[in-house]
């Protein structure tokens, strides 16, 4: 099995719709990470999580907002989707100690917003 | 704030061929330096990293990247490419320990695209 899931894999939804995208890891790690991918401009930061009580923006978090629901849980939110969020999202983890600096990545949710 | 530039966006090269994908950052701090690999349909996964020591690292399938502080430098190598390495790789920089833990910043992607 996976250690990092993300549902849904893909989702077509409308302009003005609220959408909740879900990642889940088995991996025991505290840090989470969402990303988006757009071609050309290579992956950026939405939002981090270092650990249920430490939620941080990244450098594009205008639009979105996210929820740490436990340790292995880390939803993020387009509380009114937009054509410009079309992109494929992606969830990461990383440990806090050790092996702190490798993140481990998800299969990715590709998004279209119509 | 650190940044990374990938100079291609994409590179054909023929099986069996070597090849060199570039990567320069630019940070103010010491830097870690990681290269990533994207295949089709997946998630990215750790090719190699430079933390710190020697400045030639090797990392899985047969890449090696060599860190040049001069010249800001950490290009991707592999001296003899196949059908399979056919994927999207991706330089990325971390700050490390201090000031951000390890937020990644990545440059823009390389596309290489081995034909036969």
């Known amino acids: 099995d996976a250690d990092v899931t993300q549902t849904p894999r893909n989702r077509i939804t409308k302009t003005g719709k609220r959408i909740m995208l879900e990642c889940s890891q088995t991996?025991?790690?505290?840090?989470m990470y969402w990303y988006r991918q757009d071609p050309g401009l290579g992956l950026r930061l939405i939002y981090y999580s270092f650990d249920v009580k430490d939620i941080n923006k990244g450098e594009i978090s205008d639009g979105y907002s996210v929820s740490r629901q436990a340790q292995a849980k880390f939803s993020l939110s387009l509380e009114s989707a937009i054509p410009n969020q079309t992109a494929l999202y992606f969830c990461?983890?990383?440990?806090?100690?050790?092996?702190?600096?490798?993140?481990?990545f998800g299969p990715g949710t590709r998004l279209t917003v119509t | 704030a650190q940044s990374v530039t990938q100079l291609d966006s994409q590179v054909p090269v023929f099986e069996e061929a070597p090849v060199e994908l570039r990567c320069n950052y630019s940070?103010?701090?010491?830097?870690?330096l990681f290269w990533y690999v994207q295949y089709p349909n997946q998630g990215l996964q750790l090719l190699l990293k430079?933390?710190?020591?020697?400045?030639l690292v090797k990392g899985i399938n047969g890449f090696e990247a060599e860190f040049n502080k001069s010249q800001t430098s950490f290009h991707l190598r592999k001296p003899s490419v196949h059908i399979s390495d056919t994927a999207e790789y991706f330089c990325?920089?971390?700050?490390?320990?201090?000031?951000?833990?390890?937020?990644?910043?990545f440059g823009t992607g390389t596309q290489l695209k081995v034909e036969l």
């Open positions: 990461a983890t990383s440990d806090a100690g050790g092996d702190f600096y490798e993140q481990y």
């Open positions: 940070s103010s701090v010491s830097v870690y």
């Open positions: 990325a920089v971390s700050r490390g320990l201090t000031g951000g833990g390890n937020k990644l910043t």
């Open positions: 991996k025991g790690h505290d840090r």
């Open positions: 430079y933390l710190s020591g020697s400045t």
